[in-house]
């Protein structure tokens, strides 16, 4: 079974630049969630999807971040305009209703210059 | 004060030891736990479950102490390769998960 991707797997702009971020589940995976670590801090999560439509997004740090996920299956995650502090690895989880297991992608190293 | 506490280390043991790390949860609406393992600039990849008294899977232990509020992990006879970052991480229901900053364990021959 394949596991979570991400892409890109590295990503470098400069502030002020759009950049956006894709995530695929896990196949019959209905939660899907984003996650960031910034350089020294620990895993924050940003929002949760159930199937399409947005379950929490709490973890969103301002408007600058938009999440979607059209149809129910891949995700992307766009920063605009991307500002120095977004700097870090943006991480995309999944998992099956009712189990709580979330199983991460390799995660996408953002650095903004 | 973080809802998710950890000892970041590093532990440093020989091979074969055992050795435990503890984690400790603020949020006592927290109903279920997670230990990930993570290697340098990779995934957290999903160790183990706790969502009652414990778990073990093979030279793995976990304990949680709600009463205590604090989860542990016991690794038995410790290998090289179990040399990574150990998150501790907590769920109130199925929902986002808390992650604490990660314990790091290095196994030396």
């Known amino acids: 079974e394949a596991g979570v991707t991400q892409f890109p797997s590295h990503s470098v702009i400069e502030k002020g630049q759009t950049v956006t971020l894709r995530c695929d589940p896990i196949s019959g995976h209905d939660n899907l969630y984003w996650y960031r670590r910034v350089m020294g801090k620990e895993i924050k999560f940003l929002l949760h999807f159930v199937k399409e439509s947005k379950q929490d997004e709490s973890g969103m740090p301002n408007n600058r971040f938009l999440a979607e996920r059209t149809g129910g299956t891949y995700s992307t995650l766009k920063v605009q305009p991307a500002e120095l502090e977004d700097s870090g690895v943006y991480f995309c989880?999944?998992?099956?209703?009712?189990?709580?297991?979330?199983?991460f992608g390799p995660g996408t190293r953002l650095t903004v210059l | 004060r973080k809802e998710v506490e950890q000892d970041p280390g590093p532990f440093n043991v020989p091979e074969g030891a055992t050795v435990a790390f503890n984690c400790t949860y603020s949020?006592?609406?927290?109903?279920?736990f997670f230990w990930y393992r993570q290697d340098c600039r990779k995934e957290p990849k999903l160790l183990m479950s706790v969502y009652s008294s414990g778990n073990e899977d093979g030279r793995f232990t976990a304990q949680l102490n709600r009463a205590s509020q604090y989860i542990s992990l016991l690794i038995r006879d410790s290998k090289l390769s179990d040399s990574a970052t150990y998150l501790c991480?907590?769920?109130?229901?199925?929902?986002?998960?808390?992650f604490g900053t990660g314990t790091r364990l290095l196994v030396s021959p």
């Open positions: 949020n006592s609406a927290s109903q279920s």
């Open positions: 991480a907590s769920n109130t229901g199925f929902q986002k998960l808390v």
């Open positions: 989880a999944s998992s099956q209703e009712g189990l709580g297991r979330q199983f």
